[in-house]
């Protein structure tokens, strides 16, 4: 699945062996600044239409207000009456409101224009009444609680009408107009601003019938009718320039080009955008020139030319900061956020929009807030994350709700059966695209609309209804035409073009593939330039053109590699990697079939770990240097709150079980993930504000003649590729390279490993799952197993796979050879100089004192103080193995021993744990996110985790694993030893003592593991008690 600017992109089954093809899917809401207009009371200010998701960056309301409404009171020759002074006051209050708010400070704009209102009516003061109810009114609004905002425009309504102030009548009803207009409301708004107008008219109000005339056109343009938008405007603009209204003037040029801009005129639009900005620099309307400049840039970014859209983002930010216009700053960001995942860096997009979602935020713009929610969501589809899709989408929709933007509701609920479509609910995801499809036909969303019929017809696609899936393609794609929205274009054609493949009409999907290839690389969007070439080789694939197909995936897949190499942080490239692994299968099954064996293992590698290797190759960051405040604050904050619950949940679990309170702790264990997943996306927007990531380089990986330059003579590399129909395996040595197919698929080698997992019969050393993995991945490479040590790269489930105790019935693979394993053999580069000098420095800690109810390692104190006393030195154990020693010793170590108990945490594996003994600093629980800030560079050459399910861990379809194991290897060891399950205590200490004696008696690691396990097996012969534990990274 790959999506940008809202357009999904979905990996599909299209036969009967559910051969991937990469749908398009419907557009989300991008964020552009373009400002919809309408008339405040006497504090007249006007606000332009926004395309798309709003995000208002108004022009200050009441920048326009005129304070000879309120002149100064000074009284001479007399003492001030009691009522002067009251009124006096009143006036003061106001006025001090009116510039709270043009600070942005609306809460207390509210609270001075409430003590203002009280005194108004004392004195009966029914202007100053009035007024103020529509100042009230206006802060409401603008915080986006719009119940509010109608409640006092309607009580300001009254008033005027009682007073008989004709033109502040008009205002008043264009207010209320302006609400409902917000709300979704567009008829009732229609009704208010046709009041206005008339009222306007009937007492020769030029201006203000101006005003409302561009009300009215913004109605228009929110139910998408252009046309009708455009009378109005035209009607409104020769009048602001008879009554020398140079402000209105710009700001209706400017409304004018967001008309053509939705009509896909984008030239014309440029056309009153630079019309516009002349005249808003000349009346030193600074924010409404940023906000022309936004519109400017809008359009670049349509038009397919991103970096100038940039510069004018990169123009209207600093006019933003300068006026103290938060909400025009946040604005900006998302825009910058939308130009970065158009050309597809979702990293870059989700620091702009991590930037924009506090600043709206504190300024309680709730309608922003939700936009950038929403945007942010996006982004972690994007990339493959749909559950911290789901997060952010159901934060949004309860904003949407809340300020009742209908629209945006709607999208909230298409966007998130986009998400229920991925993890396999498509009838919930068609709930969800009903919903939103209903939405926007009533609100009269026409491009949204189209998204929705995408998303809808991609749904009776995958229910094998192609003729229905047809008719709402070809629906969406006259509705993207219509509006000149080229990337919704694109992804109908790509869409129309599947279902043309699935019904056998090829040359016609053909045609339509590469009408969206032609589009996507005119507007610069390498993801969807990515997918059609996938989808060309895809086409060609089937029809047997072999070569065609080769060469349209490679194509393909140096677009999304061009992507994943401008990330930098881990978890954002991995996930994304994972999206992307369906074509490398495809070309790396192509590339075996045609003999290119070592172009396939090119591909191989570049398909594998390639976050781990960017990581791996980089020197050691500190994500915090530099970190603003505020961020370490939060950390602080959730590390203390984390660290309650768990001491809430033990003292739950403390007690006798048929005591236990499940609906606490059950909230209490929910209360910790919801935390966790904060924890961890904060973690993401340290490391997207750290120099130190952003100077990260993607590193090619190693070709095949430097792989073998890197073997010596006497160790054989065997990796693995696993696909769903069979494996593949390459067999390199220093001088050879084979290859053998294997005829083992995913789903027969997963069901031997869960049953050889059960571990419920132990007496049998050569259990028959392990006779029959040997027999299908070891005995066809037998021939080409010459030398005495064997370095394996597993994939997919083989992850889990004990190699050493692969058996033929008599001899293990451990019997014949020395066994370690790599992420990639491209780790093989990297391994020469993360070794150190050899020292005999350990530090060991056993049987830690912990809280939770774990059991107890009754031999992991003796274990650490046997394992200590080899290397003449005292181990740590019990209160003394702390969190702490770890912390502050290990970087003198050259060998970290940990007997303790390890916790694999599926949910959040950046929180699985080692569990160590609290103190005063820290907790004890050394976690995986933790462990990569270990500095392990300097002495560190081995760390033994004698501990349990210190080798698990959640295993992408991109092949990085996130572990115990692999975080030790990022800070810093070239060399870690753990266990694929829970071990056997006494076991695993006479495993640990004999291979620290090997170790100290000169062997090399990996064969030091080896002598160890054949040691035991005499007193423990099943490989459940030996097995557990593999060398990963430096095996000597």
């Known amino acids: 699945m790959k999506q940008f600017l809202g357009v999904r992109l979905i990996q599909r089954g299209v036969s009967l062996k559910s051969i991937p093809l990469t749908r398009l899917r419907g557009l989300g809401l991008a964020l552009t600044t373009i400002l919809w207009f309408w008339a405040e009371a006497p504090l007249m200010a006007l606000e332009e239409i926004t395309e798309g998701e709003r995000l208002d960056s108004r022009s200050n309301i009441l920048a326009s207000y005129n304070q000879q409404d309120f002149g100064s009171h000074i009284f001479f020759g007399k003492e001030a009456s009691a009522s002067d002074v009251l009124q006096a006051e009143a006036e003061r209050l106001f006025k001090q409101g009116v510039r709270q708010y043009r600070a942005s400070q609306y809460r207390e704009a509210l609270q001075f224009f409430q003590q203002a209102l009280p005194i108004f009516r004392q004195v009966r003061d029914r202007v100053g009444e009035a007024t103020t109810l529509n100042g009230i009114g206006l802060v409401y609004n603008t915080i986006e609680q719009p119940q509010q905002a109608l409640g006092y425009f309607n009580q300001a309504l009254i008033v005027v009408r009682q007073v008989g102030e004709q033109v502040w009548e008009a205002d008043t009803l264009n207010n209320l107009g302006g609400v409902y207009q917000t709300i979704g409301q567009p008829q009732q708004a229609l009704g208010y601003f046709n009041q206005a107008l008339s009222i306007y008219k009937a007492v020769d109000n030029r201006s203000g019938e101006a005003t409302t005339l561009n009300n009215i056109g913004g109605v228009y343009q929110t139910i998408e009718q252009p046309q009708q938008a455009l009378n109005y405007y035209n009607k409104a603009l020769p009048i602001l320039r008879q009554v020398r209204d140079r402000s209105g003037e710009a700001t209706t040029l400017n409304n004018i080009g967001v008309v053509y801009q939705a009509i896909g005129q984008p030239q014309q639009a440029l056309n009153y955008y630079k019309q516009a900005l002349p005249i808003r620099r000349e009346v030193r309307n600074r924010t409404g020139e940023a906000d022309t400049l936004n519109n400017m840039g809008v359009v670049y970014q349509a038009i397919g030319q991103p970096q100038q859209a940039l510069d004018y983002f990169n123009q209207a930010l600093p006019i933003y900061r300068e006026v103290g216009n938060r909400a ?355 973690l993401t ?257 081995l760390v033994v985790l004698s501990a349990c399910q210190t080798n698990l861990g959640e295993l992408s379809r991109g092949d990085e694993v996130v572990a115990l194991n692999r975080a030790f290897l990022y800070a810093g060891t070239p060399t870690v030893m753990a266990s694929l399950w829970n071990v056997d205590d006494k076991a695993t200490g006479l495993l640990m003592e004999r291979f620290y004696t090997y170790l100290k008696a000169g062997m090399g690691k990996a064969e030091a593991l080896q002598q160890a396990q054949k040691d035991i097996r005499s007193q423990f012969p099943h490989p459940y008690y030996w097995a557990a534990f593999s060398i990963t990274g430096d095996g000597e």
């Open 328 to 682: 025009g700053e946040a604005t900006s960001f998302n825009n910058m956020g939308e130009v970065y995942r158009v050309i597809g860096q979702p990293q870059q997009a989700l620091g702009y929009y991590t930037q924009a979602l506090p600043i709206l935020r504190e300024v309680e713009n709730r309608r922003g807030e939700a936009a950038t929610l929403n945007n942010l969501a996006l982004i972690y589809q994007a990339i493959g994350q749909p559950q911290q899709a789901l997060d952010y989408f159901n934060q949004a929709l309860p904003i949407y709700r809340e300020v009742g933007n209908r629209a945006g509701e709607a999208t909230s609920f298409n966007n998130m059966g986009e998400v229920y479509r991925v993890i396999g609910q498509p009838q919930q995801a068609l709930d969800y695209y009903t919903q939103a499809l209903t939405i926007f036909r009533q609100v009269g969303a026409r491009t949204r609309e189209a998204a929705s019929l995408n998303n809808t017809g991609a749904i009776y696609a995958d229910l094998g209804q192609p003729q229905q899936a047809l008719n709402y393609y070809n629906q969406a794609l006259n509705i993207s035409k219509q509006a000149g929205i080229r990337l919704g274009e694109a992804a109908s054609l790509n869409n129309i073009g599947e279902v043309y493949q699935v019904i056998g009409q090829p040359q016609q999907a053909l045609d339509y593939y590469t009408q969206a290839l032609t589009i996507s690389r005119q507007v610069g969007e390498r993801g969807r330039e990515a997918t059609a070439l996938n989808n060309i080789g895809f086409l060609y694939e089937n029809q047997g053109n072999t070569t065609q197909a080769i060469d349209f995936y490679q194509r393909s897949i140096e677009g999304t590699e061009s992507i994943q190499s401008e990330i930098q942080i881990e978890e954002l490239k991995s996930s994304f990697a994972s999206g992307q692994i369906n074509t490398y299968d495809r070309l790396i099954n192509l590339l075996w079939n045609q003999g290119d064996f070592e172009t396939a293992f090119n591909y191989v590698e570049r398909a594998k770990a390639r976050a781990f290797l960017d990581q791996f190759a980089n020197a050691q960051i500190d994500i915090r240097a530099g970190a603003d405040s505020p961020l370490l604050e939060r950390e602080r904050d959730l590390q203390i709150q984390i660290a309650a619950l768990r001491q809430q949940l033990l003292e739950l679990r403390n007690k006798p079980q048929n005591q236990w309170d499940e609906e606490t702790i059950e909230e209490v264990t929910t209360q910790i993930e919801t935390l966790q997943k904060e924890y961890e996306n904060l």
């Open 685 to 941: 927007q340290l490391k997207l504000q750290s120099q130190e990531t952003a100077e990260l380089v993607s590193v090619d990986v190693a070709s095949l003649a430097e792989i073998q330059n890197l073997l010596d003579d006497d160790t054989t590399l065997v990796e693995y590729f696993v696909t769903e129909e069979r494996t593949l395996a390459f067999i390199i040595t220093h001088n050879s390279f084979q290859t053998v197919p294997l005829e083992v698929g995913k789903e027969q080698l997963t069901k031997e490993l869960k049953l050889f997992y059960d571990f419920s019969r132990l007496n049998n050393p050569h259990p028959a799952e392990l006779k029959q993995l040997h027999q299908w991945l070891i005995a066809p490479l037998l021939p080409y197993l010459k030398t005495s040590q064997l370095s394996i790269v597993p994939h997919s489930i083989l992850h889990y796979l004990p190699f050493a105790a692969l058996t033929d019935g008599q001899t293990y693979l451990s019997d014949t050879f020395i066994l370690s394993k790599l992420p990639s053999a491209s780790t093989l580069r990297y391994l020469p100089e993360k070794r150190k000098p050899k020292t005999d420095t350990l530090l060991a800690l056993g049987n830690p004192t912990i809280s939770e109810p774990l059991g107890i390692l009754h031999y992991a104190k003796q274990e650490a103080e046997t394992v200590a006393r080899l290397f003449n030195t005292d181990a740590l154990t019990d209160k003394g193995a702390t969190e702490s020693a770890v912390r502050l010793q290990s970087q003198q170590a050259g060998i970290l021993h940990l007997a303790a108990h390890g916790q694999y945490n599926p949910l959040a594996p950046l929180f699985s744990t080692l569990h160590l003994a609290s103190d005063a600093q820290n907790d004890g629980r050394l976690e995986v996110h933790e462990i990569y800030g270990l500095d392990l560079t300097a002495a560190t050459n």
